[in-house]
């Protein structure tokens, strides 16, 4: 048996046994150790390379983050880690959002493959259109049975009355559930380890450089246009974006500085919320139409810095209206504390800047658009590897109590309850010190919570994380 089909055998086993019936801790870190370990011994010293390293690393990280927090969102992160790792593996080159994608083809088709691959081997490579009756019957039988199994587990949770009559047969001995969840677990497993590619796109994706060359193939756009054309087009809509959006950043000044105030009817949710969206939208566009500019010979032409500055100062403006609006969520903040939406505010924005100023590196740099898209791919994924590490319902119950001490009447006690329950103990030692006035409602749910010991239960070591052992120990004397 060759190693890969070994480390199969074994991952898709030890997913069943860490996972089945069980939360979000230790069994992430353990089956990520299995994972990393078992990828480094399939993987050539040769395709080891600086990116495969750091979505190694990025495993290990990921899979920490779900042992200290046990949150979706660390979940979420190991699983693309592990699916970007095992990309990798295959092809070291790939971009972190070539290789997403070729992991969200490989899930999405694998099953396809399976079943060719199956066929193939059996029907051409074992040669059992020579084999006798009774080995082509007995196949027929093993493949067969393996489908009604599925099957019969289906119809037991589709029809009630099927379930009840198979349920006074004894297959105690068999724990359906189980043996499907393990087999999904198994598929998963297959897929990072039989990864299935587009070769076009992962071609593309190796052969495209960072660097622009004047001798770059032209576009349609430069076929159908003259250059001083397109210069003209470019430094007529520059312009253009950049005196609007200095009047945008002059208004906001305004409103920093005292001279100009919003209407009563305009809340601070409507400041900021109401307008993320067109925000990112409107850098999106941004970030768009330069790299519509800037993809081909207009970085090359001799009369090209009037164009070139045009764009870097729309680019730095851009940013000035991040940091802006960024300020405006702090006052949010500090005025109606945090929240999971005033935080995710914060992230969009930083997304935001860090796409602009690899956009301003690549009309500076001159460099290819794709250089862009591998840049920004990297650093939001090393954002959503670190964040998890972060106890963000800790981080924000901490500062909405610390806060509520001088504006008691802006704590939002419904939306702290609204996070989960293992965060309760520690809502109910900032009540011992709190001065402010609290429902007797939420008082008695609080008690009825943290007095009922399951919902923060660390015995399985499978589903132990330290959030969990840590608000144990607070209601354990």
Known sequence: M??????????????????YQQDFGANFLIYSIIQLIGIFLISEKEKRNQNWWLSFAGVALAATGVFLNGSFLAVFANIVSLFILASLTVESRSSVVVSIIQSIYSLFTGMA???????????NKSGIKSKSRGFKNSIIFL???????????????????????????DLSFISMGWIGFTLLGYYFVYQMYKHNRIEQLTEYDVNAADSISPSSKPTKMEGMMSVDSEVRWAKTLLIMLNSLLVLVLVVDTSYFSGLYKLSSEVSHSAAVHQGIDALI???????????????????????????????????VQNVVLVLFTGLKNVEYVQEYFLTYKRIGVFVYLLCCIVGLVYT???IY??????????????????????????????????????A??????HLDMNYMLSLPRVNYPLIKNHLKTYNG??????LTKLDDITQNKKYFDVSDWRSFNMRKYYAFKTITP
């Open 437 to 442: 006035e609290i429902d007797q409602l939420v």
């Open 404 to 409: 509520a001490h001088s504006e008691p009447t």
């Open 2 to 19: 060759k190693t890969t089909d070994k480390l199969i055998l074994i991952s898709g086993l030890a997913y069943g046994i860490l996972f």
């Open 360 to 362: 301003f590196l690549k």
């Open 113 to 123: 493959f399976i079943i060719i691959g199956i066929a193939d081997k059996v029907m």
């Open 143 to 169: 493949v067969s049975s393996v489908v009604a199994i599925v099957f019969f587990a289906l119809y037991r949770n589709a029809n009630p009355a099927f379930k009840e009559f198979t349920n006074q047969i």
């Open 281 to 315: 939208f409107s850098i999106v566009l941004a970030v768009a139409i330069i790299l519509f500019f800037f993809k081909g010979r207009l970085n090359f032409i001799s009369n090209n810095n009037t164009v070139k500055y045009l764009a870097l100062a729309w680019v």
């Open 365 to 402: 740099d001159v460099k290819s658009n794709w250089f862009l898209v591998r840049r920004v791919g990297w650093s939001l994924y090393a954002l959503s590897i670190f964040t998890p590490l972060v106890n963000w319902d800790a981080f924000i119950i901490n500062y909405n109590f610390s």
